[in-house]
């Protein structure tokens, strides 16, 4: 069981697992110094696995893209389920593989027989049926799961009154048996996975509202990591696109690296907008998030964004940038004198800002700007951006 000092989950992995349902809770626990083990049978420390990218792109069922290779670090062989205090299995098509395997499925029943937090999503409540958890017990999944928690003693349960993927918000716990529908409720679901693991949450007495601004092609993680942990810290998170209204949404871009001298670029998820542009008042939010990829490179020649940046900037509001969202910082002339961490695509510009590179700082906080290298740093930049916010989770 994790210590006082540290807490301990173990993630199970495998080939094509939801890219945001393993991503997003491995970058957000870890920000906050919880122990993240993630494993897969077969696979060693340091392999990779594919992941995959679930969303809906204009058919009647969601499309399934490849998402960014995911590295493993802890040996599968070598797992005892009295050493964490959590199991979290990510949804996608690889939990029909570990659902055959009776060794995996009597690890997840040894996880939940001694009591601790079971968590899937999407597709892995699967392994809650094939491990015999269900009898008598609420559960949430996507909705074609229904017949499969139904036929195995479980009580289906689903969030009424969605209309859009922006209702999608509900986390279910009936026990030591947590579900949800899928990645787009990943706020709520941080939040529950957090307290089942003994977290505190605690921040200012009126909750921080955050605004996140981005474009076609900004970065999938930089753009979703900080949102839902943010939203999963109990901010107000909105998110906006000088072109877009709201419920409508940009494809992000999954930046990677593929063995070439420079990362590839895939297509990601959708990013959606959960404001209008033309409501956005500086003086509602306490904090501005610049997301990178490619998205900057549109919004750097709209005028409107650049004061908004700027405006952040003269009122002393937290503003934090992750990749090219440094690009924004620069182009509103707010880099001056200020250490900011750097990628190589970033380098020369936060020179020639006037801004000061910090060699091999991922993330470094100056003041109320907090900058993050890239993706590859977000549970520091996470980490970092919530004490700026003066949020805090103790355990």
Request: proline share 4%; net charge negative; charged share 20%.
């Amino acid at each position: 069981m994790g210590s006082l000092a540290q807490k301990s989950v173990l993630v199970l992995c495998g080939d094509y697992m939801e890219d945001y349902e393993v991503a997003v809770p491995f970058y957000i626990l870890g920000a906050f110094g919880v122990r993240v083990d993630c494993v897969s049978p077969g696979k060693l420390p340091g392999h990779r696995c594919f992941t995959a990218v679930h969303d809906f792109m204009g058919f009647e069922l969601y499309t399934e893209l490849q998402g960014h290779f995911f590295t493993l670090n802890a040996n599968y062989e070598q797992v005892k389920a009295d050493s964490y205090d959590c199991l979290l299995i990510p949804g996608g098509r690889f939990t029909e593989l570990l659902s055959a395997d009776d060794k995996v499925v009597a690890l997840v029943r040894r996880f939940a027989e001694a009591g601790k937090p079971v968590v899937t999503s999407c597709h892995s409540q699967i392994m809650l049926a094939a491990a015999g958890l269900l009898e008598g017990k609420k559960c949430t999944a996507f909705t074609s799961l229904k017949p499969v928690i139904e036929l195995a003693g479980g009580i289906w349960w689903e969030q009424p009154g969605i209309q859009s993927v922006l209702d999608i918000t509900a986390c279910l716990t009936d026990g030591n048996i947590i579900s949800s529908i899928g990645w787009p409720a990943h706020g709520e679901y941080m939040k529950v996975v957090l307290e089942s693991i003994g977290a505190k949450i605690a921040g200012p007495t009126k909750p921080n509202s955050v605004l996140v601004v981005f474009a076609d092609y900004v970065e999938d993680y930089e753009a979703n990591v900080p949102f839902r942990a943010l939203q999963g810290l109990g901010c107000k998170v909105d998110a906006v696109s000088p072109t877009k209204k709201r419920g409508k949404s940009c494809p992000t871009a999954i930046h990677d690296d593929e063995g070439a001298q420079i990362c590839s670029e895939k297509r990601g998820h959708n990013f959606v907008a959960t404001a209008n542009w033309d409501d956005i008042s500086v003086d509602d939010y306490d904090c501005l998030v610049l997301p990178g990829g490619r998205g900057p490179e549109l919004l750097v020649s709209n005028d409107k964004v650049i004061a908004l940046v700027k405006e952040f900037s003269d009122k002393g509001k937290v503003i934090g940038a992750v990749g090219q969202g440094k690009l924004l910082l620069a182009a509103a002339r707010v880099l001056k004198g200020k250490r900011c961490a750097v990628d190589h695509g970033t380098k020369v510009l936060v020179k020639v800002a006037g801004g000061e590179v910090t060699e091999g700082e991922g993330c470094v906080t100056h003041g109320k700007l907090v900058t993050a290298s890239g993706w590859p740093t977000l549970s520091d930049f996470v980490s970092q951006l919530s004490k700026a916010l003066g949020l805090s989770v103790s355990f």
